[in-house]
């Protein structure tokens, strides 16, 4: 039976998850990381830090898939918004991930990644299919204690790029580029890159963390302290007791 792996990029996006794991989970030191082997909520998992950008989610990924011969692997963490219709609160379940700084013109069209043929990476339905249902939940059920709106949930395209896009102007153009890309961060498509590389089904949820507007520093920051490890946790609990990812 295999694991599903978690990651996140920063210790915040991943806490509650570590302190909820069952005593007695094993800690593997691999490549400046430390891999989290134990049960969480009723299901095998192994929970990793992988730090911030491109090389970083794919060493992680390469390590939890070639290591512990993991069934899935879920990214898990904060976004900023990029599209009109996704708000800071809000939780975006990708239905497929591409690298928006990826380019390789002339010898390869824009945002292709060479020799792979193609740019987008689509994630495993079932297991979004299953991210989003209980997103949906814990947005029905008010989100956040306190929370002013209740938070929206989408489901489409997430852009990655080694950028922390915190400028109007840059934003304006990626939306202009990229229509149909919901929110932009850090690690998502190299994870995905990853996967479709091995074979392995994954799946990215983020929360809206900003606008990834001149603003964004401190919305990311306000919204990384006090509020990412709560969606977290809100969302998977339910997921992982229901035993839907117990069995590869
Ligand atoms: N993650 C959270 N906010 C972000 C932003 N504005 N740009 C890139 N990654 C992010």
Redesign the pocket.
């Known amino acids: 039976m295999g694991r599903l792996a978690i990651l996140g990029a920063l210790h915040e996006e991943i806490a509650d998850l570590l302190a909820a794991m069952d005593p007695g989970a094993e800690t593997r030191r691999i490549a400046m990381r430390d891999f989290q082997l134990g049960t969480l909520w009723g299901t095998p998992c192994v929970i990793a830090l992988s730090r911030i950008g491109k090389v970083a989610a794919a060493a992680t990924a390469s390590i939890v898939i070639q290591e512990f011969g993991v069934s899935r692997v879920l990214f898990t963490g904060?976004?900023?918004g990029l599209h009109p219709q996704v708000r800071v609160g809000d939780i975006v379940v990708a239905d497929a991930l591409m690298q928006h700084d990826m380019d390789a013109r002339p010898l390869f069209g824009r945002h292709e990644i060479p020799l792979l043929g193609r740019e987008r990476f689509d994630a495993d339905a079932a297991l979004s299919a299953l991210l989003l249902d209980s997103a949906r939940d814990f947005a029905a059920n008010g989100g956040l204690p306190g929370a002013a709106a209740q938070p929206r949930v989408h489901h489409g395209l997430i852009a990655t790029g080694d950028?922390?896009?915190?400028d109007n102007d840059l934003a304006h153009d990626l939306r202009q580029r990229l229509p149909d890309a919901l929110c932009?961060?850090?690690e998502g498509a190299a994870m995905a890159q990853v996967c479709h590389e091995f074979g392995v089904p994954f799946a990215v949820m983020r929360v809206i963390?900003?606008s990834?507007d001149h603003a964004?520093k401190t919305d990311?920051t306000d919204f990384l302290v006090n509020l990412a490890r709560l969606y977290t946790a809100g969302i998977l609990r339910p997921l992982l007791q229901s035993g839907a990812l117990r069995d590869a």
Do not use: K, P
């Open positions: 904060l976004a900023g950028i922390f896009v915190n932009l961060e850090m963390s900003d990834a964004a990311f």
